[in-house]
């Protein structure tokens, strides 16, 4: 079975500080895996992607499969970045194409 | 992209009664996955919902407590049937575009 495992509910950090949220995952087969982020007051929404590899609102991700580990990043956090982010995986294949499994979140708080 | 509305945005619902929530989608998409966050927890799929066919349910979750309905390719329905306080949750409603998963701004549900 799949799972994904984000070790810290709460991260606080200063504006201009880096920041790293961690996420770990557990899968057999090939992992698709993402960040979503849930702003104060509006809907999960998705930041990115490891497929594509990019950098959104400065934030980056690399696979590490060795690891199993897929931790987001950012060198100079801002305080429009305090939300609840989510790590997720996709499941592939058969009747699980396209279901996500969720990790437990992690409330990222950037103070002034 | 996708925009997805959901009904009613909250209610507060005695111990032993039902509660449908509707799922409206901009556009016609195949599959819509239904979600629930529990306080303090992270998100769980309940449910995928395939037009013209019964619902798939995960593990832990069965059609009698949490019936869907799926009459066309941009409308579901979950019931949340005989309610109990542990049922206090949101839920989410969900759909696949590609690579990504657009979520509903979900629907908050408090039992008495």
């Known amino acids: 079975a799949q799972r994904v495992t984000q070790p810290e509910k709460l991260l606080s950090v200063f504006k201009g500080a880096p920041v790293e949220l961690k996420c770990n995952y557990s899968?057999?087969?090939?992992?698709?895996l993402f960040w979503y982020v849930q702003y104060s007051r509006q809907r999960l929404q998705l930041l990115l992607r490891?497929?594509s590899r990019e950098s959104i609102k400065g934030f980056t991700a690399d696979l590490n499969k060795g690891e199993t580990s897929f931790h987001l990043k950012k060198p100079f956090a801002q305080e429009e970045d305090s939300a609840m982010y989510y790590c997720?995986?996709?499941?592939?294949?058969?009747?699980?194409?396209?279901?996500?499994?969720f990790g437990q979140g992690t409330i990222l708080t950037v103070h002034p | 992209s996708a925009v997805i509305s959901q009904k009613p945005s909250r209610d507060i619902c005695q111990r032993g009664t039902s509660l449908t929530i509707q799922c409206q989608v901009d556009?016609?998409?195949?599959?819509m996955f239904w979600y629930r966050q529990q306080p303090g927890q992270s998100l769980t799929l309940i449910a995928t919902?395939?037009?013209?066919?019964?619902?798939?349910?995960e593990s832990g979750f069965v059609i009698d407590k949490f019936p869907i309905s799926r009459p066309n390719l941009t409308f579901s329905t979950l019931t949340v049937s005989n309610m109990s306080p542990e049922d206090s949750s949101i839920y989410l409603c969900?759909?696949?575009?590609?690579?990504?998963?657009?979520f509903g701004p979900g629907t908050r549900l408090t039992v008495l």
């Open positions: 556009s016609q998409v195949t599959m």
């Open positions: 997720a995986l996709k499941r592939a294949g058969g009747t699980s194409y396209g279901k996500l499994t």
């Open positions: 490891h497929i």
């Open positions: 899968y057999s087969g090939s992992p698709e």
């Open positions: 919902a395939n037009q013209g066919s019964e619902a798939t349910y």
């Open positions: 969900s759909v696949s575009r590609g690579d990504t998963q657009y």
